[in-house]
């Protein structure tokens, strides 16, 4: 069964704080790796897509990497405005040509000015 | 360019009654998708579409039933509304990429409260 996990489950900053947010995973047959950001009473907002180990993608403060086993979104010189719940979600092979995504219960992160 | 658009946004429901979620997105998309998010919890799938006239099972069913008769529109009904059906509700679409791995693009959600 695919599983993801993410820590820490909340993280409290200083502004200006550089941080990483982890998350751990085992898919059979990784077809790429997600991270959202889902702000209070809102749905998840894509953030980026990374398909294989040793891939890097990068957005203003925020950069995430992959490793055949985790997947990091660092954080740096967070602003207050970097306040919201970031998701990371796995999608593997399923079966019938379905590619079954699996998502974590997030990282709570809260910066303070 | 709305992207996903749900309506309602809140929706409080007696046990037993019936409702329709509505959900449409305007990009084309031919994958979407309905996911439930509880407390503690991350999104399970409920139902998933990959194109018109074509839905399927996603991991918690039961309880719920989905149609796909445009692009655009991928409604979500609830039968016999029970308490356990108590969550946020989220649809999300996303295109058919090249690569098999594609992002979600989510609707603001619906707040479901069933007593």
């Known amino acids: 069964e695919d599983q993801v996990t993410q820590s820490p489950e909340a993280l409290r900053l200083q502004e200006g704080e550089s941080s990483s947010l982890n998350c751990s995973y085992t898919v059979s047959g990784l077809r790429g790796l997600f991270w959202y950001r889902q702000d209070p009473g809102k749905g998840p907002e894509f953030l980026f897509t990374l398909y294989s180990a040793g891939e890097e993608k990068e957005k203003e403060r925020l950069k995430a990497t992959l490793t055949k086993k985790e997947s990091f979104l660092h954080i740096t010189a967070p602003k207050p405005e970097d306040s919201a719940t970031y998701l990371c979600?796995?999608?593997?092979?399923?079966?019938?040509?379905?590619?079954?995504?699996?998502f974590g219960i997030g990282t709570k992160l809260q910066v303070i000015p | 360019n709305a992207g996903v658009t749900q309506t309602p946004k809140f929706r409080i429901l007696k046990i037993g009654q019936s409702m329709t979620l509505q959900c449409a997105q305007d990009?084309?998309?031919?994958?979407m998708y309905w996911y439930r998010q509880d407390p503690g919890m991350g999104l399970k799938l409920i139902y998933y579409?990959?194109?018109?006239?074509?839905?399927d099972k996603g991991e918690v069913p039961n309880g719920y039933n989905v149609s796909r008769s445009t692009t655009e529109d991928f409604p979500l009904r609830l039968e016999l509304a029970a308490p356990s059906q108590t969550s946020v509700y989220f649809c999300?679409?996303?295109?058919?990429?090249?690569?098999?791995?594609?992002?979600?693009?989510f609707g603001p959600g619906t707040r479901l409260t069933v007593t």
């Open positions: 979600a796995v999608r593997s092979r399923g079966s019938g040509g379905y590619q079954k995504v699996t």
């Open positions: 990009m084309n998309h031919n994958y």
């Open positions: 999300a679409s996303s295109p058919l990429g090249l690569a098999g791995t594609y992002e979600q693009y």
């Open positions: 579409s990959v194109g018109a006239g074509i839905t």
